[in-house]
C-alpha cells in the first residue's frame, strides 16, 4: 500500500472515530475502558480532534477538486456519486462549525437538519466506497489513452 | 490559552453598549409582547438579585405548577437495556424532591450560610439552567435536539432527545436531568441505544410565546429577578454592583450565560461554604458520598471558556479548502507550463 494511502485511511479513521465519538456510545459499549481509548469518551478531546481532522481533509479535498476540475467531463457515475456526498458533507460540517462560533446562530430546525444529513452523507459515503471497491469501480475518473 | 476574540470583542461592545444605553434603555419594555424576544432582536437574559431572595420557594413552586404538564410520564416496566452496566434513571417516584435539580424540578433553592466581613449571611440562591451564550449542550449534541433559540433561552427538544446524557457531560454544572422510559429511544432500539429524554428549565418557552413572563420570576413576592435583553441585564447587573459592592457570577462563566446573580457576598465563599454545607450536614465523607449528595446541586466555581480549541481550529478549517484547492491549481500551473515549454 502506498503510503499517501495509509495516510488517508488513517486520517478517515480518525474522523470516523472522533465522528461517531459524538455519540455517547463509546463508554456505553466498553471502548473508553480498554487500554489507552478512554479519550474516546472525552466529547471535548474528540471535538477538537474532529476540527483538526477536518481542517487536514478539508485541504485535501480541496486539493483533490482542482486535481479532477479539468478533467470533469471523464468523471465516472460513481464518482459523481461519491463528489456529490462528500460536497453534503463538507457543506453541513463547516455549517456546524459556523453554528459552533460564539457569536453564530442557526436556528433549532435548521440545526437538526445540518446534523442529521452530515451523519447520514457520512454512512452513505462509507457504503458507496465500500460497494465500488467491492465491484472493482472505484475510479473517479474513466481512464483515456491520452494519460 | 489562546484568547477569544470574538467573544472579547462582542463582550467589549455590549459592556460599551450597556454604559452608553442604559439610560435609554431602561424606559423600553423588557420583553415584548411576541415570542419572547427582545425588541432590539438581542437575546434576553435574567438578572437575580440575591440580596432580595427570602428563600420562600415561592418560585419552585410556580415552576412546578406551570411546567407539570409537561413532566415525563414514563412507561413501566422500562426496557431492559444493553450492555448491564446502562442504567435507568428514574424520578417518576420521587416527584416530590425540591432540594435538586430533577426531571420534575427545574428550579431549586439552595440555602447557603456563609461568613463574610464578620458577619453571617445567609443567601438564597434560585438555581437552574444558566442558559449559557455559546451553550455546549446545543453545540455538542448529536442530534440537534438541545438547541439556543433566538430569544436566548437554551431548550430541548422532548420529541427528539435520545437521553444519552452528553448535554448533562458536558455541561460545566451539569443541568439536565435524565428521566428513563419516555421519548423517542422508545420507538428506535430502546435495548441499545438511548435512555430518555433530558430535562431541564427552558425559561418557560411556553409561557413567553403567549407574552408572559417566566413563572419563577412572575411568582417572586420579593422582585428577585428581571428579564430583559442581555446588554441591558449587564448594564444592570454592573450598576447593582457598584452601589451595593456586591459581586457578579454568569456574565463571564462558561464563555458568558444569560443568566447573571449578583451578591452581597463573593462567590468563592458562597462555593465553599455550600461544600462544607453538605458535608456538615452529615453526609458522609468521601469523595462518592459528596459527589452524590452534590449531585443536582449546581457549583459556583469560575468556569473558562470552553470552546476555545475549537475557534482556533475554526480558522483552520475555513481556510484549508481554499489552501488545498490553491496548492492544487498551482500543481495544474506548473504542469501546464512544463508541457507547453516541452512543446516549444
Ligand atoms: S427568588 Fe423569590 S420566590 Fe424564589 S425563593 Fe427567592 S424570594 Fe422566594
Ligand atoms: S447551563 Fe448547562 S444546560 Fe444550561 S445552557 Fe449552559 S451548558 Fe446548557
Ligand atoms: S424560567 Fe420557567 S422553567 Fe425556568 S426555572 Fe423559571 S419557571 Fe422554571
Redesign the interface.
Known sequence: MRMRTLLFILLMAAMAVSGFGQMPIFKRYYVADLPGMAWTADYYFTHAMHYVGAAILLALLGYAAARLAPVAGRITLSGWLRIVLWATIVATGLLRVLKNLPDMHLGPELTLVVDITHLGAVMALGMTALAVRLVGKSAYVKISRET | MPK?T??IS?RSFLRGAAIVGAGALAAAPAVSRAGGQSESGEELATLLDLSKCIGCGACVMACREANAERYPEPTKPFPEMF?A??KAEDWSDKRGVDDRLTPYNWLFVDHITVNHGGEEHEIHMPRRCMHC??PPC???C????A????NGAV?I?PD?CLG???CK??CPWDIPQRQTGVGLYLDLLPRF?GNGVMYKCDRCQPRMAEGKLPACIEACPMDVQEIGPRSEIIAKAEALVRETGGYIYGIEEN??TNTVYVSPVPFEALEAARDKGKDAKGHGKGSQAQQQNQAGRPHLQPVGS??E???M??A???T??????????L??FRKARANHEEES
Open positions: 477569544n470574538s467573544t462582542r450492555p452496566r446502562v451564550t455559546n446545543a453545540n455538542l448529536p442530534w440537534g435536539a438547541a439556543k433559540q433566538d431548550t427538544a427528539i444519552g446524557s452528553k457531560d458536558v441505544a464563555g458568558g470552553p470552546f480549541n475549537e475557534n481550529f475554526a483552520a478549517v475555513f484549508a479548502p481554499l489552501a488545498g484547492l490553491a496548492a492544487g491549481a500543481k495544474l
